[in-house]
């Protein structure tokens, strides 16, 4: 079958945007979960400019508009967040790294005093929705810049994997990479146990995604990294004990002249039939220009698999700070047909700013082809069932950082899955 055969048998798709909120004062994450456990899905949202996180849930009785509640305040500069039950009482917490460089750091100088993290206590479903979430320590990491909790060593109890984006002995320099495990008493512990996990392979963190079905034969947890080494999967192995890194591909060179960045800003895995790790779909160099992605060249296992990268696309130019408007990336199966696409999100500004959507035509030959699906700014984007319609919708919030990048009227926004529905 030609790859023009294949392109009339796909069923374009279509999502019908909904406003969560808008004139966002800050924006930089999101994150959707179901607070209280009632079936209906909350949004977190926060930004960098502000100490200030916030639920977004329509209450019953009234299912038209958004309501902000406060959930967290005095948590300065929070930057990646994560969530899981860690009280164990069914309730699904959240982890917060925030403080990124220190009261007296920069970007270039971070302060060994900062990169906290933070766990915030899900009040549950006996308390009001304006109530305050208490907040417990987890230990300090300087230029912590994404967290993931899960098991990535063993299933008993679980860790948190902190990732700085930046050295304290330089931009550049390489990383402590560390995980925290979750202690006997999570509610009065003064920290948790810590160790570095690698401080000799990483440099520059932006992008980390967790994943829980890509080690063989395994029920760990393990993350696709997107740094200056371009995109490395890192896992433990269980059987020998050890950490690994299987790089992916290198990434972006040709701009570092003009840049000074090279390697991945964000990247995700994507599924075709059966096989779980069929590419790698990633924005390419730190808040770069180019969706590129890796296909497998020839198979002996993923371990010893041959990459082979395709450029898609080149956004825009790099603005007087090297830097340009691709920042988030996710796959996942929006057309329920067994593949996964895959979705980039642009910051800005205008014409670069939206949503484009990815769809494999020949993976063997990284053949897609994409869609235009949102035009808000975007600094993440998340997946799931947002709206009990059995297929998977996707949610963004804009890109607004005081001083650095500001997205006009940054906004929250729910994409309703129509994909097969008729309209």
Same mark, same amino acid.
């Given at each position: 079958?030609?790859?023009?055969?294949?392109? @009339?048998?796909?069923?374009?798709?279509?999502?019908?945007?909904?406003?969560?909120?808008?004139?966002?004062?800050?924006?930089?994450?999101?994150?959707?979960?179901?607070?209280?456990?009632?079936?209906?899905?909350?949004?977190?949202?926060?930004?960098?400019?502000?100490?200030?996180?916030?639920?977004?849930?329509?209450?019953?009785?009234?299912?038209? *508009?958004?309501?902000?509640?406060?959930?967290?305040?005095?948590?300065?500069?929070? +930057? $990646?967040?994560?969530?899981?039950?860690?009280?164990?009482?069914?309730?699904?917490?959240?982890?917060?790294?925030?403080?990124?460089?220190?009261?007296?750091?920069?970007?270039?100088?971070?302060?060994?005093?900062?990169?906290?993290?933070?766990?915030?206590?899900?009040?549950?479903?006996?308390?009001? @929705?304006?109530?305050?979430?208490?907040? %417990?320590?987890?230990?300090?990491?300087?230029?912590?810049?994404?967290?993931?909790?899960?098991?990535?060593?063993?299933?008993?109890?679980?860790?948190?994997?902190?990732?700085?984006?930046?050295?304290?002995?330089?931009?550049?320099? +390489?990383?402590?990479?560390?995980?925290?495990?979750?202690?006997?008493?999570?509610?009065?512990?003064? &920290?948790?146990?810590?160790?570095?996990?690698?401080?000799?392979?990483?440099?520059?963190?932006?992008? +980390?995604?967790?994943?829980?079905?890509?080690?063989?034969?395994?029920?760990?947890? &393990?993350? *696709?990294?997107?740094?200056?080494?371009?995109?490395?999967?890192?896992?433990?192995?269980?059987?020998?004990?050890?950490?690994?890194?299987?790089? *992916?591909?290198?990434?972006?060179?040709?701009? *570092?002249?003009?840049? %000074?960045?090279?390697?991945?800003?964000?990247?995700?895995?994507?599924?075709?039939? $059966?096989?779980?790790?069929?590419?790698?779909?990633?924005?390419?160099?730190? %808040?770069?220009?180019?969706?590129?992605?890796?296909?497998?060249?020839?198979?002996?296992?993923?371990?010893?698999?041959?990459?082979?990268?395709?450029?898609?696309?080149?956004?825009?130019?790099?603005?007087?700070?090297?830097?340009?408007?691709?920042?988030?990336?996710?796959?996942?199966?929006?057309?329920?047909?067994?593949?996964?696409?895959?979705?980039?999100?642009?910051?800005?500004? %205008?014409?670069?700013?939206?949503?484009?959507?990815?769809?494999?035509?020949?993976?063997?030959?990284?053949?897609?082809?994409?869609?235009?699906? $949102?035009?808000?700014? +975007?600094?993440?984007?998340?997946?799931?069932?947002? @709206?009990? &319609?059995?297929?998977?919708?996707?949610?963004?919030?804009?890109?607004?950082?005081?001083?650095?990048?500001?997205?006009?009227?940054?906004?929250?926004?729910?994409?309703?899955?129509?994909?097969?529905?008729?309209?």
């Amino acid at each position: 079958m030609s790859n023009g055969e294949k392109l @009339s048998q796909f069923t374009p798709p279509a999502f019908r945007p909904e406003i969560i909120a808008e004139h966002l004062r800050s924006a930089y994450w999101i994150e959707a979960m179901d607070l209280d456990q009632d079936g209906r899905i909350e949004f977190i949202g926060h930004g960098m400019s502000l100490d200030e996180i916030y639920s977004f849930r329509k209450e019953r009785g009234d299912e038209t *508009i958004w309501r902000k509640h406060l959930v967290a305040s005095g948590v300065n500069m929070p +930057v $990646g967040m994560d969530q899981a039950d860690i009280t164990g009482n069914g309730y699904p917490d959240l982890i917060v790294c925030y403080d990124l460089y220190g009261e007296a750091g920069t970007f270039k100088d971070p302060s060994p005093d900062g990169g906290k993290i933070d766990w915030l206590e899900n009040p549950g479903a006996t308390s009001s @929705s304006a109530a305050r979430w208490n907040r %417990h320590y987890i230990g300090q990491v300087p230029a912590a810049h994404r967290v993931k909790i899960g098991h990535f060593t063993q299933t008993e109890r679980l860790e948190v994997l902190c990732f700085p984006i930046v050295s304290c002995s330089g931009t550049h320099g +390489v990383l402590d990479i560390t995980l925290f495990t979750q202690p006997d008493d999570v509610y009065n512990a003064e &920290s948790w146990p810590s160790t570095v996990i690698d401080n000799s392979y990483f440099r520059f963190v932006h992008g +980390v995604e967790k994943h829980s079905d890509l080690i063989p034969g395994s029920n760990l947890d &393990s993350v *696709i990294v997107s740094s200056d080494e371009g995109v490395t999967w890192l896992f433990y192995n269980e059987w020998e004990k050890i950490w690994r890194k299987v790089p *992916i591909g290198s990434g972006e060179f040709s701009q *570092i002249d003009r840049t %000074h960045f090279k390697g991945t800003g964000d990247a995700d895995v994507g599924r075709i039939g $059966g096989d779980r790790f069929a590419y790698v779909a990633a924005i390419e160099p730190f %808040h770069g220009n180019t969706v590129a992605v890796y296909v497998k060249d020839g198979s002996a296992g993923t371990g010893q698999t041959r990459w082979q990268r395709h450029v898609l696309d080149i956004y825009s130019e790099p603005n007087s700070l090297g830097e340009s408007p691709g920042h988030s990336v996710l796959c996942a199966d929006f057309d329920g047909d067994g593949d996964d696409e895959f979705l980039v999100g642009l910051r800005g500004p %205008h014409p670069w700013q939206g949503v484009l959507y990815y769809k494999a035509v020949d993976i063997a030959k990284g053949a897609f082809t994409k869609w235009k699906v $949102g035009t808000e700014s +975007v600094a993440r984007i998340i997946a799931g069932d947002f @709206s009990g &319609s059995g297929r998977i919708d996707f949610a963004t919030i804009g890109y607004s950082i005081k001083n650095y990048y500001e997205a006009p009227n940054p906004k929250i926004v729910l994409y309703h899955n129509l994909i097969g529905e008729d309209r």
